[in-house]
């Protein structure tokens, strides 16, 4: 891995996902998760001042990117519950069968190379009755913005450590066994209609 994808990229992603409306679709989602849970692509570790700490037992944080497990180190370090680095990635998650109440996934189903591979290791390894719970940007509704993702995306791809921005999400849960039961969708305030189109809610096994 070079000096962008280990140092610089691992900054600009830290930054890129902590912007307010980015925050606000953090505050929709994380809170839901409870018990054991595995967070896929845990990133810089954002996410861990969202969850609600009472309904927690542990985390599994899965994260390929030594860069990015880094720059997680301080808020780690500040959780108010037992986090377990899982360094691998998403397509081959190293648990039992139904050993999570919860799998967590923000902005990371864009970046996994086989999404689809990495669904089904979600859906193994969610107990019966658990819940994936998702806040992903990805394909946009209107024509004209959905020409742009495409035109972009090879670009984009390059520049933003693999991230696609025209994939089809709902669609791609739902391919993988699961039922999404609750989605909501928006484009973001204050961000580029290509990169804004965002989806959340959760989904169960079928
Ligand atoms: C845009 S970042 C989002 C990080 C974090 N989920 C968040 O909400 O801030 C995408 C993350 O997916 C990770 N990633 C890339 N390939 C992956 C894979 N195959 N399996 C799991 N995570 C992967 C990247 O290293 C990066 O940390």
């Not at 899965?62 to 990015?68: F, H, I, V, Y």
């Not at 089904?120 to 998702?134: A, E, S, T």
């Given at each position: 891995m070079g000096f962008y994808e280990n140092r610089i990229l691992p900054?600009?992603?830290?930054?890129?996902?902590?912007?307010?409306?980015i925050l606000?679709?953090?505050?929709?989602?994380?809170?839901?998760?409870?018990?054991r849970i595995l967070e896929v692509g845990m990133g810089s570790a954002?996410?861990?001042?969202f969850y609600d700490a009472s309904?927690?037992?542990?985390?599994?944080?899965?994260?390929?990117?030594?860069?990015?497990?880094?720059?997680?180190v301080p808020r780690i370090a500040d959780a108010p519950f037992p986090v377990e680095w899982l360094g691998l990635p998403g397509e081959e998650i190293p648990l039992d069968d139904d050993s999570a109440d919860t799998v967590l996934l923000t902005f990371t189903l864009c970046t996994i190379p086989d999404f689809a591979k990495a669904l089904?290791?979600?859906?193994?390894?969610?107990?019966?009755?658990?819940?994936?719970?998702?806040a992903e940007h990805g394909a946009a509704p209107d024509e004209s913005v959905r020409r742009w993702q495409e035109r972009l995306n090879p670009i984009w791809k390059r520049l933003a450590g693999g991230c696609h921005i025209n994939r089809e999400i709902p669609q791609a849960i739902e391919a993988a066994g699961f039922k999404v039961e609750?989605?909501?969708?928006?484009?973001?305030?204050?961000?580029?209609?290509?990169?804004?189109?965002?989806?959340?809610g959760f989904a169960t096994q079928r």
């Open positions: 900054k600009l992603i830290d930054v890129a996902c902590a912007t307010p409306p606000k679709q953090r505050e929709k989602v994380v809170p839901q998760a409870e018990g954002i996410n861990i001042p309904k927690v037992e542990m985390v599994w944080g899965l994260e390929p990117s030594e860069g990015m497990r880094r720059k997680a089904g290791q979600m859906r193994r390894v969610l107990k019966p009755g658990g819940r994936l719970l998702f609750s989605l909501d969708t928006m484009y973001l305030p204050g961000t580029p209609k290509v990169a804004a189109f965002q989806y959340w």
